[in-house]
Every structure is written in structure tokens, then in C-alpha cells.
């Protein structure tokens, strides 16, 4: 057997309901009440200066999203009116009250507090005709209408805040994204750019003296030059796109860490020899962390080829399970004392950052075991925590 919410099925055909529609209906429903209670009290011209009066403040209940400075003040202006030169109305006053919890939910910050100052006057009229009336009458309904103004004030400065969240979360997206994107293309054009360079270089160096190897030099530059364009491709796809979105919808043609064959192919072409040390687990982290160490690999590579003039490297990646550790060793001119990071080992921070981990860099002393024995050359650690 079902069991039907109808409370849950009401609350949401409510929310179905157009506000203006809604305020329109409840404007209706003062309107006819106010209607019928003056009708039972007045005959006459005073009947119908009170009905013209009670569509006045019926209309200050329809437009009170529209326009709820305008509604509330014209409301408030027949309420006196009719306060003072017709009769009091026991229902009148609460269209006010809804016009007054308009006012400060719906108006703007400024016009909102004039709410309370407007509803003295207005208290003061309707009460002019009860002489016998006590000081705790008026009172008490300048306290409820108050309150009914302060919850509606509240309700409003809360939503502009959480809009203001709202809008702050969006903007750190999309400048993490931005940065995200910023760190791809980095990465990508630095290193192809770095590698076509020293390929084209060497082949106009052999040119005349062995054209087999121009030849082969050439036809690696090619393929490297479409690899370049496809995730070129692919990341400014990223841009294209109406909202940000991370990196991770696209992550599925993203390249990762069983990519690394072919980077070392590409650094044997430029003249770098890479030889890769791997736990068979590391290629089995998530998509991300996948490329993540690929990239921090592929920019260690590049500043080993551009900076260090390094003839050969190794990488080594260890996976236990709570973290993967990366480490790029060259053979290289190492780093010059008191060097500074440039943009591809910040980006590598960032990257590390992005998942709590840590990074070190830095030159490897003469004759050392990561170097080889024979030269200095510059060290990259990278620990990748598993999320």
C-alpha cells in the first residue's frame, strides 16, 4: 500500500503558484473581507469612500513584491485616511501589517527602515478615534508591527548574504578553474614548445651531413605537433563551454601516468634519455592524481631539457596505498644558489597543494648517488596524499 504526502504534494503546487498570482489572490481575500465588514457598518457615500479606500490598500497587498516602498506608503496613507475620516476597521490593519513584513523583506536596505518611522503616524491616527483607548493599546501594536517588520528585515538581510556566499563560491570557481586551465596550457605548450625547439635545432644541425636523421627528426617533430594540437584541443574545449566546469569532465581524455612512455619517447628525440621506475599500482589513482603526475612529471622533464641541459633522467614513482611519490632526478647544471621558482615550479606546488601534499626541489651536489656518481644535475619530489 502507498502512502501519499499530501502535505509534501500541497507545499509544492504552492511553489508552483506565480507570485503575482498568489499576491493577487490575497489582495482578493482582504479586499472582501474589508468589503463585507464595511458594508455591515456604513451605508451611504462613507460606504463607498471606505470600499474605494479598502481596493487602495487591497492594492498595496498585490504589489508588494513589485513595488513594496510605494504599496506600503500608499496602503498607509488610506489606512489614515480611513482611520481618520471615515471609521477604524478591525481587518484593514493587518493588510498593513503584510504590506509593513513586505516592506522590509522585499524593499531595498535604505527604503526598508523607513518602515518602522512611517508606521507612527499611522498607529496615531487609527487610535485618534479611541479616546478611551489605554497607552498599552498602541503599544502593543507598534511592537507587533514592528516585529512583523524586523522578521521580514531579517529575512531579507540573511538572503543577501547567502547570495553573497552564493556568488562568492561561484567566483573562486571560476578563478580555480581559470587557474586550473592556466597551469594546463602552461604545461602543455611549455613542454611541446621546449621539445619542437630542440628537435628543430638538431635537425637543422645534421641538415646537410646525415639526411636520414633530419628526416627521422622531422617526422618526430610532426607527430609531436599533432599531439599538441589534440590536447590543445581538448582544454580549450574547456572554455568553450557556458559554465565552469572542472577539469575532471574531460579527465577521461586527459593523459596520465600510463602516458609516460611516450613523454620519455619525446625526451629520447630531444636528446634526453629518461629511464622510469614504477610501482605497477600508480597508474590505479583517480583521474585527477592520474593527471596531476603526469603533468608534474612532464614540466620536471622540460626544465631538466630547458633549463638544466640535461643529457639524461630518471623518474621514479612509488605507490603504498596512502600516497604516490614522485621523484625527477637529471644530470644537469642543477640550479644556481639562491634561485628563485619559475612559473612551471610554482604550477607543480599548486598541483601538490590541491591535494595536501608537499614538494621539494632544489640541486643535487657533485657526485652524488641521485646524479650518478659523475655530475651534479636537480632533484623534484613530489608526495600526492590518496584523497
Known amino acids: 500500500m502507498q502512502t501519499v504526502d499530501v502535505t509534501g504534494a500541497a507545499t509544492r503546487a504552492l511553489r508552483r503558484v506565480p507570485e503575482d498570482v498568489a499576491d493577487a489572490a490575497l489582495a482578493a481575500a482582504f479586499l472582501a473581507a474589508m468589503v463585507v465588514e464595511r458594508a455591515r457598518m ?44 471615515i471609521a477604524p476597521s478591525p481587518i484593514s490593519p493587518y493588510a498593513n501589517l503584510v504590506c509593513l513584513y513586505s516592506l522590509g523583506l522585499y524593499a531595498t536596505r535604505s527604503r526598508a527602515r523607513w518602515g518602522p518611522l512611517i508606521l507612527i503616524p499611522g498607529v496615531v491616527a487609527y487610535f485618534a478615534k479611541f479616546p478611551s483607548a489605554t497607552l498599552t493599546m498602541p503599544a502593543g501594536v507598534l511592537f507587533t508591527w514592528w516585529l512583523a517588520w524586523a522578521v521580514g528585515y531579517g529575512a531579507a538581510r540573511r538572503h543577501e548574504e547567502q547570495r553573497a556566499a552564493r556568488q562568492a563560491v561561484r567566483r573562486a570557481a571560476v578563478a580555480d578553474e581559470r587557474l586550473r586551465l592556466a597551469r594546463e ?16 635545432g638538431a635537425g637543422r644541425r645534421v641538415l646537410d651531413r646525415d639526411p636520414a636523421k633530419t628526416r627521422e627528426l622531422l617526422t618526430g617533430l610532426e607527430h609531436i605537433g599533432r599531439d599538441a594540437l589534440t ?53 590505479e589513482v583517480i583521474p585527477s592524481m592520474d593527471l596531476s603526475a603526469y603533468r608534474i612529471v612532464q614540466e620536471a622533464l622540460t626544465n631538466a631539457l630547458k633549463h638544466g641541459g640535461a643529457k639524461s633522467a630518471r623518474v621514479t614513482l612509488r605507490h603504498d596505498g596512502r600516497a604516490l611519490d614522485i621523484e625527477v632526478c637529471d644530470d644537469g647544471r642543477g640550479s644556481p644558489a639562491g634561485y628563485l621558482p619559475g612559473r612551471g615550479l610554482l604550477g607543480i606546488a599548486e598541483r601538490v597543494a590541491a591535494f595536501g601534499g608537499s614538494v621539494e ?13 659523475d655530475r651534479g644535475g636537480f632533484r623534484l619530489r613530489a608526495v600526492l596524499p590518496v584523497p
Open 42 to 85: 456604513l451605508s451611504g457615500e462613507r460606504l463607498s469612500a471606505a470600499v474605494a479606500l479598502s481596493v487602495v490598500m487591497a492594492g498595496g497587498v498585490a504589489f508588494r513584491r513589485r513595488v513594496p516602498y510605494a504599496g506600503y506608503i500608499v496602503g498607509s496613507t488610506a489606512l489614515i485616511a480611513e482611520a481618520l475620516w
Open 185 to 200: 596550457l602552461h604545461d602543455l605548450i611549455g613542454h611541446t614548445v621546449n621539445v619542437m625547439v630542440v628537435q628543430a
Open 231 to 283: 590536447e590543445l584541443d581538448r582544454v580549450l574545449g574547456l572554455l568553450r563551454r557556458h559554465e565552469p566546469a572542472g577539469l575532471s569532465d574531460s579527465l577521461g581524455t586527459a593523459p596520465g601516468i600510463a602516458e609516460l612512455p611516450r613523454l620519455v619517447e619525446r625526451m629520447a628525440q630531444a636528446g634526453v634519455q629518461v629511464r622510469v621506475r614504477m610501482d605497477p599500482s600508480a597508474s
Open 361 to 373: 626541489h632544489g640541486g643535487i651536489e657533485h657526485g652524488s648517488v641521485e646524479s650518478g656518481g
